[in-house]
């Protein structure tokens, strides 16, 4: 039987090695998943998530707490995911940027991006390389991997990321609008963020831990050649 961990995780350290040239947009996202998963053909490598009228996951973290995380709607996802990258303007976006400034463009970033969830599977690792490449290309490194150390960073993580989803998903959610709501999940959720919240730290807080400013911007991967193309 394949082992899916080893496969993906030595592809993904090719990457690193080798990384898809391109200017971050759409086609970048989906090279970075084809190449992660292209042993793998039912995982779709490259394709975005089928057509379905929502799209949730079950979460169950490692403490034990489980509960539902709503996803966009596959409508919007191709515009709404263009939009994001085009309005990025790629590592010119985080041109000039101190830490602080960096790791809050970042955490909006990752969280519209995870908001989106593109893939039916492998978003986590195909966001976390994609989002490392383009820090190294906007002058910092990006090291994810203290975010899975162990069982308590893993949950630290998903429950950052699982707070700036929901609040895409439900914008401006109050607990008036959650005992008026018709929709399940709205109502779901608002009392799933009282719970999270309370234990959350802010996505933009961890990214700052993991994200170190080099003293100049990588010019190796492709971004500058890409452009004079």
């Not at 699982?162 to 109502?187: I, N, S, W």
């Not at 959350?200 to 993991?210: D, H």
Request: glycine content about 6%; cysteine-free; aromatic content about 10%.
């Amino acid at each position: 039987m394949l082992d899916e961990g080893l496969i993906t995780f030595a592809r993904i350290k090719e990457l690193e090695e080798w990384p898809v040239l391109g200017t971050f947009d759409t086609a970048h996202l989906r090279e970075i998943h084809r190449r992660i998963f292209q042993d793998l053909p039912h995982h779709h490598p490259g394709q975005f998530r089928r057509d379905a009228p929502a799209w949730a996951k079950s979460r169950e973290l490692e403490s034990g707490e489980a509960y539902t995380v709503p996803y966009a709607p596959r409508r919007i996802l191709e515009s709404g995911l263009a939009r994001v990258l085009n309005d990025l303007h790629g590592p010119y976006g985080f041109a000039g940027q101190s830490l602080d400034q960096f790791a809050a463009r970042m955490a909006q970033l990752y969280g519209d991006l995870d908001y989106f969830h593109p893939f039916s599977e492998g978003n986590s690792r195909t966001l976390r390389t994609f989002t490392r490449q383009l820090a190294a290309a906007a002058g910092f490194v990006l090291d994810w991997s203290p975010s899975t150390a162990d069982g308590v960073t893993r949950d630290a993580l998903y429950r950052a990321r699982d707070v700036a989803v929901m609040h895409r998903a439900f914008p401006g959610l109050d607990e008036q609008r959650a005992m008026a709501t018709d929709d399940r999940m709205e109502y779901e959720t608002y009392w799933v963020l009282q719970t999270l919240q309370k234990k959350a730290l802010p996505l933009e807080a961890l990214i700052r831990t993991y994200a170190t400013p080099l003293r100049a911007p990588q010019q190796s991967h492709g971004w500058d050649d890409e452009l004079e193309r």
